[in-house]
């Protein structure tokens, strides 16, 4: 059989039908009215390289792959992809799609455009996206045409990241198959876009945008649509407003044009009872999935179709667990550095020499941690530190690792004694004698968006530790918006300079290669902005021949960052030559970021540099970060001299406005990203960058902070890089702005 009608499916057919045939099916048995078609079932695919006889040929090619092994991953996917689009389809399934498709044309009165997709099986399903198994085609036309759309989404079952999966995942290649959907496209007269909730309260008020013509009009900006507003408990339409049109896009042979649309720019898309109609379709999906419900819709020829739902918003979920604490004696308070509660036995350590004193759930309390501690921060219960703040080395790696912490207690070490048992409080930077209990209590979800929220700000993570990498890739972070890596350096056994001195520049580049590739794996495709080193002197002068550090009085001012890259710029050639191999290793999701940059010439002989060292910079991100008063008041410069992005680095361009040392807790109090002379210069910054078309976000500790955040999505930002830890609830403070932001939209158009 190699053809299933989508009438004749339901959800319980993915292993056959794919889930996105599946999908279709399911929600035409339920009466929506999605577009008529057919899908080319999995056993099809099978069927398909057994009677070519590819099929060992394909599993032959596989034999022995390394899929870590970038190049030969691309290149076994070309072959495979070649084999299956080079053999002939036999005849009697050739036979059996031309028919169908002549079917579906008799059935719509005309020879009908289709769009051929790619529908993953059970066992791709969990993460069929990632797999990279979404090869759609639209507009196809004509018998034979459909045929080879059908071939070519049957080869996406082999692209480098569907194998790559794949082995990850310990599937068999001889088990995997893949149907196909083949759907009439709607040629639309009006389009448009409906939440059948209201999308922040969940009030059963639906919102309709409609323009005439093709949906991509209102996808792409470009014309002002009209706003319907239903409430559906009143059974009444609310508010009309009419958008200024101006033009449509509709399809014309194979292509969509653009058609000016003169006076009839202004006229009323939706008439009251196309609106109905349409709103009783979205509360029959909204009813079947149980979740109010983001819609695309079309009308052609006076029938409403349903080409897309996705869930919005889920109000009131039963959700995480939150960890609350009987009360206590407190012994010490600091600053609540990595969330969660630690209990066990307190080890003080004053050095790295000491760190074998710290087991397995102890309690580790230091004046502040050092690189060298990491193997003993990872067995810790909880980390407390005497010094530091929000962004010291204790708390950066404290949140990666997932360890809650308290730092800046200034006295912890005095305090705390070995043996003594204790309850750290991460939340609220508490350190409490004896264990006390915890109380696990269920919470009331705040927003959860279902199954994922998608926001159109990109929600990014920062990463020091490469070991991490895998974990912390598992946030679904959008990449790596920060990729610290002096963190990693002040790891290895010595000193950058020393193994350069010591005429062992290769192996350097070789260790750098290693670590950052660990990172660029996790998160492939997504991208990593990998940081250049910005080694301030005073850390970097405890390593294996670090003694030649400058002593500096202060360090924070002192030869740090690009400034120190340019006059060494052996090792930050170096650098750039680990980068270089991994793009040719076919890992060109890496971004380069250049630290405490103050002027152009700085930028301009950094991009020299990297061009002599052969970095295809037409390929690869490169930006900078925007970290210093001198950086925000010139940028306008700056992106003259040709950046990708710039990152906000707004831990140091708060210390350094607002003259506060960011680890000096004496002054903390003063310490504020919020300041308006802070935010003046991020304003600024945001609003020069997206004049200039360069891609703005931010790296430092503010991209963690809710209340920040939201300012900046309202200012525009596009992507924000936060703690591991914090990943999730930056996404739905993203997610509830942006909605916000349509809403007000919404109502200044008087609704
Ligand atoms: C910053 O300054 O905000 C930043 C992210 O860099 P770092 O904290 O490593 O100085
Ligand atoms: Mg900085």
Redesign the pocket.
């Known amino acids: 059989m190699a053809v299933l009608w989508l009438s004749e499916i339901s959800k319980d057919d993915v292993s056959i039908a794919g889930g996105k045939g599946a999908n279709l099916g399911e929600l035409l048995r339920n009466e929506i009215p999605v577009p008529n078609g057919f899908v080319v079932d999995s056993r099809t695919f099978v069927e398909f390289i057994e009677k070519t006889g590819i099929k060992d040929d394909i599993i032959k090619i596989l034999e022995n792959l390394n899929v870590e092994d970038t190049e030969q991953l691309n290149e076994v996917s070309k072959k495979v992809r070649e084999i299956i689009e080079s053999a002939e389809i036999p005849e009697d399934i050739k036979k059996e799609i031309k028919k169908a498709y002549r079917q579906l044309c008799e059935e719509e009165g005309e020879e009908v455009y289709v769009a051929v997709r790619s529908s993953a099986t059970a066992e791709d399903l969990p993460d069929a996206s990632f797999a990279g198994q979404q090869e759609t085609y639209l507009n196809v036309k004509g018998e034979e045409n459909v045929v080879e759309m059908v071939k070519k989404c049957w080869s996406s079952l082999y692209t480098p990241r569907a194998i790559y999966y794949r082995i990850q995942k310990g599937f068999r290649h001889e088990d995997v198959s893949i149907a196909v959907v083949v759907q009439k496209m709607v040629n639309s007269e009006k389009s448009g876009v409906m939440f059948t909730s209201h999308p922040v309260t969940g009030e059963k008020i639906a919102v309709i945008e409609a323009v005439f013509g093709l949906g991509e009009a209102i996808v792409s900006g470009i014309v002002t649509p009209d706003t319907y507003v239903y409430d559906r408990t009143e059974r009444k339409l609310k508010e009309v407003k009419i958008g200024d049109k101006k033009l449509m896009i509709v399809r014309q042979n194979d292509k969509t044009v653009e058609i000016e649309l003169g006076n009839k720019a202004k006229e009323r898309v939706l008439s009251d009872e196309e609106i109905e109609r349409l709103v009783g379709i979205g509360e029959i999906i909204e009813e079947h999935y149980g979740h109010p419900q983001d819609v695309e819709w079309a009308i052609e020829k006076g029938k409403i179709y349903i080409v897309q739902s996705r869930p919005i918003t889920t109000i009131g979920e039963k959700g995480e667990k939150e960890e609350e604490l009987e009360e206590g004696e407190i012994l010490v308070k600091g600053l609540g550095a990595s969330p969660g509660i630690g209990v066990g036995k307190a080890k003080v350590i004053f050095s790295e020499d000491e760190i074998s004193k710290v087991e397995e759930g102890d309690i580790l309390v230091t004046t502040m941690t050092t690189p060298d501690m990491v193997p003993a921060m990872k067995k810790a219960a909880a980390i407390v530190t005497d010094e530091g703040g929000m962004?010291c080395h204790a708390a950066i790696v404290s949140r990666e690792l997932g360890v809650p912490a308290v730092v800046g207690t200034k006295n912890a070490t005095k305090v705390l004694k070995d043996g003594m048992i204790v309850t750290v409080d991460g939340d609220k930077g508490l350190v409490y004698s004896g264990a006390l209990r915890v109380e696990k209590k269920e919470v009331e979800e705040k927003v959860a968006l279902a199954p994922q929220i998608i926001t159109a700000t990109e929600v990014k993570v920062?990463i020091s530790i490469p070991d991490a990498a895998e974990k912390v890739a598992k946030t679904g972070a959008d990449g790596v918006g920060?990729f610290?890596i002096?963190h990693m350096i002040l790891g290895l056994e010595k000193h950058p300079m020393k193994y350069i001195r010591d005429g062992e520049i290769e192996e350097y580049v070789d260790v750098l290669y290693k670590e950052m590739k660990k990172v660029l794996k996790a998160f492939y495709p997504k991208p990593v902005w990998i940081?250049t080193l910005?080694a301030p002197t005073d850390e970097f002068r405890a390593m294996e021949g670090g003694e030649n550090e400058p002593i500096e009085a202060n360090p924070m001012l002192g030869f740090r960052g690009i400034r120190r890259d340019l006059v060494e710029d052996i090792h930050f050639r170096a650098e750039l030559r680990a980068i270089k191999k991994l793009i040719e290793e076919g890992y060109t999701n890496v971004g380069i970021m250049l630290?405490l940059i103050t002027s152009v010439e700085e930028v301009r002989k950094a991009k020299q540099i990297a061009l002599e060292e052969g970095l295809p910079l037409s390929k690869i991100e490169f930006g900078i970060?925007v970290?210093t008063p001198a950086a925000a008041l010139i940028i306008e410069d700056i992106v003259k001299e040709g950046i990708d992005f710039i990152s906000?680095?707004?831990?140091?361009?708060t210390q350094y406005t607002l003259a506060v040392d960011r680890n000096n807790e004496n002054v903390a109090y003063l310490y504020d990203e919020t300041h308006p002379a802070v935010m003046k210069l991020i304003e600024r910054t945001i609003k020069i960058c997206k004049e200039n078309g360069v891609k703005t976000s931010i790296?430092?500790?503010a991209g963690s902070y809710p209340h920040v955040v939201e300012k900046l999505v309202e200012i525009g930002i596009d992507s924000v890089s936060a703690n591991p830890d914090a990943v999730q609830m930056i996404r739905e403070t993203i997610a509830r702005v942006e909605k916000k932001l349509m809403l007000e939209k919404l109502r200044k158009l008087n609704f």
């Open positions: 962004t920062n920060l610290r002096e940081r910005d630290p970060m970290e906000l680095g707004t831990n140091d361009l790296c430092g500790q």
